[in-house]
């Protein structure tokens, strides 16, 4: 007679759509876009909201429920999320249309570039699930966005790191004139930058420490890491400069190149492909500036990304905090 | 008049001088799209012809606008969403005072302000940047949406084809507009039945529209196009419906390519219509003595 012996399964990793790479026991902030735009909308009576049947994963619930009458339900219809929002501007309005990010920038690209874009309208997209920020698969994982969207004239591009940048850039993105996309960090975001002399400025980039040996340029969640990192390699005796780039369009190649204009080892750090993202970005300007200058891309890999836990996969491609310390320790040989 | 609603439709006929007014507009504005044609040798003139009488009745009829202050924010909307009918949209512009006549001439020219492709950015009383098909009545939506949240009277008439009825934006803007209960909305639909490719029956068979239109909820008529009778007596009936909130109208207009012009109503139907350079003045005679002939009592 055979038993059998009951063995505990080792706990799997999952992958939750709306997983959150905040580090165990960080300081984080809710919902600070949500909050940030009912804030924004008490202030200026024009800011209206609407979504494409994901206002509870984008906090745009926050504003539905703070101004219903000022917010617009779409449905499952990124076309007309972006076709209505451009609407809604032509009539004086300021929308700010949430969808995630995979949907703005590949399904719904010809509306925005079209009808919000090329008329140069007030028009905020706020997209969520940048990067790898899910480990939903390439359905749901917008590795490429800002390479899709860095070509359309007049579309100003911000990629906050945390709570404090969101905020920050809520009221500046409703100020300024013409289309902004925003890469949403939703649900509890960390609260990294207030530990910094630091305000968010629409188009600034603004160095955050200085460094003797290593540059990073980072923008998005990749500048919390960034700053992770400098910690980390502080105590291998390597000096890190980390300056931080939320504003990818227009770029502020003037603060960047000040800093890549040394003899220090430069990097950049993204939540996004490789191709077209941040890394191009410094790197055009690079060139275009004749600096005769090597820069390391700590970036995703250009291909399609594996479904799975979100800190699997951040170890995987390279975006974790020991990765990022390894990959500079191996270049400074 | 062929009225295929659920509704019932109030009995009203509209009079005869109304109707010979807007008449006469449709055939000033085939005039000026023969003209603009005849400069570029070239040009959508076939769907200006089949439009102008829907065009006459927007302009000459339906829409309030300051003809000095193309962006007065009392003003109705029009928006084009088939750019490529822009040379019927610039001669309905000229015939309500927006676009001087004077300068039609420049159509699709370098530096004009009258593009191949109608854009806003380019044209006064041009609201929006048709020809990526689909878009116009998505943007609708929001006009009509942000118009009736601040209070405005205003409406919102999209004007497409039946081409658009392939894109599936024109039906996620149908389900959205019934959703919000666009009263306030009205889609001006030209079944010309042809598209780019060839006749719509053969490229993607949309038939049957009025039902489609319908099973969306919107208030439907379909009507001969090209009767402004017929048009005008549907918008009389959308108005004695219509309220900022409630369902959106749609009115489906049969048209013909060429309408009024016999050498290019039965020339072989083609999207890009070619017209020789003698052609022209036969096709401006031959505009002058149908109008005589079909003019009512």
């Known amino acids: 007679m055979s038993t059998t012996v009951a063995t505990a399964k080792p706990k799997l990793k999952t992958s939750a759509m709306i997983a959150s790479f905040a580090d165990p026991g960080q300081k984080t902030t809710p919902a600070p876009f949500g909050h940030a735009l009912v804030k924004a909308a008490h202030d200026n009576g024009k800011i209206v909201g609407l979504t494409a049947d994901l206002g509870k994963y984008t906090d745009m619930h926050i504003f539905a429920k703070a101004f219903p009458e000022r917010f617009f339900q779409m449905g499952m219809a990124e076309q007309l999320l972006l076709g209505a929002a451009a609407g809604l501007a032509e009539t004086g309005l300021i929308p700010f249309a949430s969808t995630y990010s995979v949907f703005a920038a590949r399904r719904a690209y010809d509306f925005l570039c079209l009808d919000i874009a090329e008329p140069n309208l007030n028009v905020n997209i706020v997209g969520g699930l940048p990067g790898l920020t899910t480990g939903y698969g390439p359905s749901h994982q917008a590795t490429e966005d800002m390479a899709i969207f860095r070509g359309m004239p007049n579309l100003t591009i911000v990629d906050p790191c945390d709570s404090v940048d969101i905020e920050q850039a809520v009221p500046q993105l409703a100020a300024s004139e013409g289309p902004t996309y925003l890469r949403l960090l939703r649900g509890n975001v960390p609260t990294v930058l207030d530990e910094y002399d630091y305000t968010f400025e629409l188009g600034k980039a603004k160095v955050l420490r200085g460094g003797n040996d290593v540059v990073f340029v980072s923008s998005g969640l990749m500048t919390m890491r960034a700053l992770q990192a400098a910690d980390a390699l502080a105590k291998h005796n390597v000096d890190v400069a980390v300056v931080h780039t939320p504003t990818i369009k227009p770029f502020d190649a003037e603060t960047v190149l000040a800093e890549l204009n040394t003899d220090r080892l430069a990097v950049t750090l993204e939540n996004h492909t490789v191709v077209g993202g941040l890394f191009e970005t410094v790197a055009s300007a690079v060139v275009t500036a004749g600096l005769g200058k090597r820069v390391v891309p700590i970036a995703l890999p250009d291909r399609f990304l594996d479904a799975g836990a979100l800190p699997t996969l951040h170890e995987r491609y390279g975006l974790s905090v020991d990765k990022i310390v390894a990959k500079v320790l191996a270049e400074l040989g | ?297």
Request: some cysteine; aromatic content about 6%; glycine content about 12%.
């Open chain 2, 1 to 297: 008049m062929t009225l295929s609603s659920t509704e019932a439709a109030p009995a009203a006929t509209p009079n005869a001088e109304r109707v010979d007014r807007i008449r006469a507009a449709a055939q000033r504005i085939r005039h000026h799209a023969l003209n603009m044609g005849e400069v570029q040798g070239q040009g959508y003139v076939g769907q200006a012809l089949g439009a102008a009488d829907m065009l006459a009745a927007v302009y000459g009829d339906q829409l309030t606008f300051r003809p000095g202050d193309p962006h007065w924010e009392g003003r109705d909307r029009f928006l084009l969403s088939t750019g490529h009918y822009a040379i019927g949209h610039y001669a309905a512009l000229a015939e309500a005072g927006i676009v001087p006549v004077s300068e039609l001439e420049t159509y699709g020219s370098d530096d004009s302000r009258l593009p191949m492709s109608g854009m806003s950015t380019y044209t006064p009383g041009m609201e929006i940047s048709g020809g990526s098909l689909g878009h116009g009545l998505t943007i609708a939506v929001g006009m009509a949406l942000g118009l009736r949240a601040q209070g405005s009277a205003s409406r919102v008439i999209n004007f497409l084809s039946d081409g658009e009825l392939d894109e599936g934006s024109t039906w996620e803007a149908a389900m959205g507009a019934h959703h919000h209960q666009l009263g306030n909305l009205t889609a001006l639909v030209d079944i010309n039945a042809l598209q780019a490719d060839g006749a719509t029956d053969t490229v993607l068979r949309t038939e049957p529209v009025t039902e489609k239109w319908e099973a969306f909820g919107w208030y439907t008529q379909r009507v001969d196009g090209n009767d402004v009778g017929a048009l005008l007596a549907a918008f009389d009936n959308i108005a004695a419906v219509a309220g900022p909130v409630g369902r959106p109208s749609v009115i489906l207009c049969d048209t013909k390519v060429g309408r009024g012009v016999p050498l290019l109503e039965t020339r072989e139907k083609a999207h890009f219509m070619r017209i020789e350079e003698h052609e022209w003045q036969i096709c401006r005679e031959q505009l002058t003595a149908g109008y005589g002939r079909t003019a009512s009592a």
